[in-house]
């Protein structure tokens, strides 16, 4: 569930309620090109944009007050997926009243979606008075705040494995989840016509997540090569302000809902008959992404390729290059040792992801089996981890890690 390269969009732009334009840095109103280009993330947040109904607003006595009810209501009802907020009260009153942790945790989750999007729309908005340095900076970080949110829940209560598992999920669902589907919806929908895309801006995505899977491969290469006995290594263990006020408020529900689904993936786990690797990897992403998902599809619906492209690989780069090792720098420094090392499986998922994706991106040209052929690839990687069970890893409070095993092993390698 980003600074993805920059793209202009034709339509769409968020506006004030009390004027059509947008708000400079400068008081002013922004037109044509305002000096900010709209980010990928950005469109596949007003691609769920709706119009809400202003008519109660203007029924309101005090004229003071509509401005900021106006935009107010922006925040909370022009989203389609608005309908989505009442979980977030249920989750809360579900951990309250005890109605039993499985009910915590999905609920948790469904509340995560429309406020993860929302989260993404105050960003950029916050974004359109602070230039696009800022901007581009504001929009790497809370545009993956959810993702953020749940790496730092569950490095506090030492879970390890859900950190790297949740975000290596992140960017296996976007590359073949999101760009998957995105990729055979526009296939079919556009089937009679051409589906360019540039090359240039998927050849850099691809780029620098090859770097991030290099660099999540070196310590597994390592860990091999010490133990094999082959290398002696020694190792150490007014809209700013209403859109500053909503993106606070709105991230300390996603950090109260990230705490909830942290604290019962396990019960969850032991309750549906599912790894806590499968959990993370796969529905943990699903509901972080969902908001880029919708948008990504939509785009490509309309035979808007790049921006699709922008959405999905900038997505997973990000992830890949900045909140992967923020979140080694964060455990650092809570005293845990997080390495990069994400074990055989993990690590040869992302590999072959990044290579699929490279190698179906190549042409420039888009078909409806490129995308058929990446979701294919998440399931039978989704299979993966959903037939094999791992040890959670925990770290007590030095700060150590632990091994504790969460149920028993599915798949078994047979001895001769």
């Known amino acids: 569930m980003d600074s993805q390269s920059a793209v202009t969009m034709e339509a769409g732009a968020p506006t004030r309620k009390e004027s059509g334009r947008l708000p400079s840095r400068h ?59 009442a979980a977030v009260p249920l989750a809360v009153a579900a951990q309250c009243f005890r109605f039993g942790q499985v009910w915590v945790f999905a ?143 709105m991230t300390v529900i996603i950090a109260v809902l990230s705490e909830y689904v942290v604290g019962t993936i396990e019960p969850t786990s032991q309750s549906w008959g599912l790894s806590v690797s499968f959990i993370s990897i796969i529905l943990l992403p699903i509901v972080g992404n969902a908001a880029e998902h919708a948008g990504a599809v939509i785009f490509a619906l309309k035979n808007k390729l790049d921006i699709t492209l922008g959405v999905a690989l900038g997505s997973a780069t990000q992830i890949s290059m900045f909140v992967v090792p923020l979140s080694v720098l964060v455990a650092w420094i809570m005293g845990i040792q997080m390495d990069l090392d994400f074990k055989l499986l993990e690590t040869g998922a992302l590999f072959i992801s990044v290579l699929v994706t490279a190698f179906t991106l190549q042409d420039g040209t888009s078909h409806y089996l490129k995308g058929v052929l990446l979701l294919l690839c998440y399931i039978v990687i989704g299979a993966c981890f959903f037939v094999t069970r791992q040890p959670s890893t925990h770290a007590n409070g030095n700060g150590m890690l632990l091994d504790v095993p969460t149920g028993p092993m599915i798949v078994q390698v047979a001895k001769y």
């Open 27 to 85: 008081g002013g109103h922004a037109h044509g090109h305002s000096g900010l280009a709209r980010t990928a993330h950005g469109m596949s947040s007003s691609s769920l944009r709706k119009k809400s109904d202003a008519t109660l607003v203007r029924k309101v006595p005090v004229a003071s007050l509509r401005p900021v009810l106006a935009n107010l209501q922006e925040v909370l009802l022009g989203t389609k997926l608005a309908v989505l907020f």
């Open 107 to 249: 609920l948790s989750l469904i509340g995560l979606i429309p406020l993860a999007e929302r989260v993404s729309f105050l960003t950029e908005q916050i974004a359109l008075y602070t230039g696009p340095t800022i901007g581009g900076l504001l929009n790497a970080t809370c545009g993956n705040a959810t993702e953020l949110i749940i790496a730092v829940f569950a490095l506090v209560q030492g879970k390890i494995e859900v950190v790297k598992c949740s975000l290596l999920g992140s960017v296996l669902s976007n590359l073949l989840l999101v760009l998957g589907t995105s990729l055979f919806c526009g296939g079919i929908k556009n089937l009679g016509a051409d589906q360019p895309y540039d090359r240039k801006q998927a050849d850099v995505s691809t780029g620098l997540l090859t770097l991030g899977v290099l660099c999540q491969s070196l310590p597994l290469l390592l860990r091999y090569a010490v133990s094999s006995g082959e290398h002696a290594v020694a190792t150490d263990t007014t809209v700013l302000e209403l859109s500053r006020a909503c993106s606070f408020i």
